[in-house]
């Protein structure tokens, strides 16, 4: 979880004068690129729950699923039992198998070499565990960051089921803030959360240190589009049972029908997944969306950023019931210069995006996602760049948000 800002972080710090060694599980090739060069990389093995569950459902099937040619279909995964395991058993999560390997390593690199901080970075919860209990035995500071909450989480339902999970979760948290030298937030949220609930033992104020984009990462060179091209909407990320894809399908139904396109002239482009939606299939067939979906499934992440430059507007859901975090594609989209429909009710997200005017903000209903669709379907007929406010656009740019990192570190350190 949140690879990609990690990678990120440690690629960029080097140009504050912070070199980084992260301490990861081994990578995947097929999810996680593993760089021949770059930030040196750690890896620690351990129990792999994932590949373990994978395997009892093989042996449940008795043969594997059937791979059918073609294109991926887009279907929403069930909450099954291995859910139900890491729910009740895996505490703080299903990572906890990394603990004791983790712990190993990270004593004996500490050992062998000077470090200034031990950076964490939660999700997931794991990590900051792991981080304390080093700093605890070493003394090197840590820094912790939270890009979640932990307790009081708007979805903490699904990992902290009782009380009595959330007593255990809660006893955890703060046994690691109070090793905390200092903590950080990536939304203001979360860092007035953590101020308020746990005033009697921060040693410092929490700091804001914002996700961001990094220019170098978008496909270089100009992008040769054919025209004319339909009007393209895409989305890259998750979508579940609070984070609905519903208001966005019936609202592009209501949109294409009062203008009369065809799929030749709009589509939808989603890479990610679905879960826990128990009528996503009956939204798609009320609708009649797929003959205007491209569903890609899983891409890389450097493919994802190539599909959302090429596309009129970027796709931003964000849960009637969380006010608190703000979804990365926010600022990945300010990056490629793609302007955002919004879905989201009041909130930092949607004060950043009309602050630095990141596109259109709506509510979760279909009139007004057809609304928004409708303003940037203008755009496209006219051919129009939507213009953002440049100046704020730049506030979540690598170089503001890694030298206010780098900032925070050398408190931590000092």
């Not at 900051?128 to 209990?133: D, E, M």
């Not at 009041?346 to 950043?352: G, M, N, S, V």
């Not at 009309?354 to 007004?368: E, K, L, W, Y």
């Amino acid at each position: 979880m949140g690879g990609v800002r990690i990678r990120r972080i440690a690629r960029l710090l080097p140009r504050h004068e912070w070199e980084s060694v992260i301490l990861t599980h081994p990578r995947d090739a097929s999810s996680v690129p593993l760089e021949s060069t770059g930030p040196r990389a750690e890896e620690v093995s351990s129990l792999d729950l994932t590949r373990i569950y994978e395997r009892v459902r093989r042996l449940v099937r008795r043969s594997p699923a059937p791979v059918l040619p073609g294109k991926p279909e887009p279907t929403s995964k069930r909450i099954g039992l291995t859910r139900e395991i890491n729910r009740w058993l895996m505490i703080p999560d299903k990572q906890m198998t990394w603990y004791r390997a983790a712990l190993k390593k990270g004593r004996d690199l500490l050992r062998r070499e000077k470090f200034s901080v031990i950076f964490a970075s939660l999700e997931p919860r794991t990590c900051l565990l792991v981080a304390a209990q080093l700093s605890k035995e070493t003394g090197v500071p840590c820094v912790l960051e939270y890009r979640d909450l932990w307790t009081s989480n708007p979805y903490y339902h699904i990992t902290q089921p009782t009380a009595l999970h959330r007593w255990i979760h809660q006893r955890l948290e703060r046994a690691a803030l109070r090793q905390a030298r200092s903590v950080s937030a990536v939304c203001r949220g979360i860092a007035d959360y953590l101020s308020v609930q746990h005033a009697a033992i921060l040693k410092a104020p929490v700091e804001l240190n914002y996700n961001f984009f990094d220019p170098d990462e978008y496909p270089s060179g100009s992008l040769i589009l054919s025209e004319p091209r339909p009007f393209t909407i895409s989305y890259a990320g998750a979508m579940y049972a609070s984070r609905s894809p519903r208001p966005f399908f019936e609202g592009m139904r209501a949109f294409l029908d009062k203008n009369s396109l065809t799929p030749s002239q709009v589509r939808f482009q989603w890479a990610g997944g679905a879960s826990g939606i128990a009528d996503f299939a009956e939204v798609l067939e009320r609708t009649g969306i797929r003959p205007f979906l491209d569903y890609l499934g899983q891409i890389p992440h450097r493919e994802a950023l190539r599909l959302l430059m090429q596309s009129d507007a970027a796709l931003l859901i964000q849960s009637p019931d969380d006010a608190i975090h703000i979804p990365g594609k926010l600022f990945e989209a300010m990056g490629a210069g793609v302007p955002l429909l919004a879905i989201a009710s009041p909130c930092e997200t949607t004060d950043i995006i009309r602050r630095c005017r990141a596109g259109v903000v709506c509510a979760h209903t279909a009139q007004a996602v057809a609304a928004g669709l409708t303003e940037f379907h203008r755009l496209h007929l006219v051919k129009t760049k939507w213009q953002f406010n440049e100046a704020e656009v730049q506030q979540f740019s690598a170089d503001t948000a890694i030298s206010r990192l780098a900032a925070t570190l050398e408190r931590a350190s000092a």
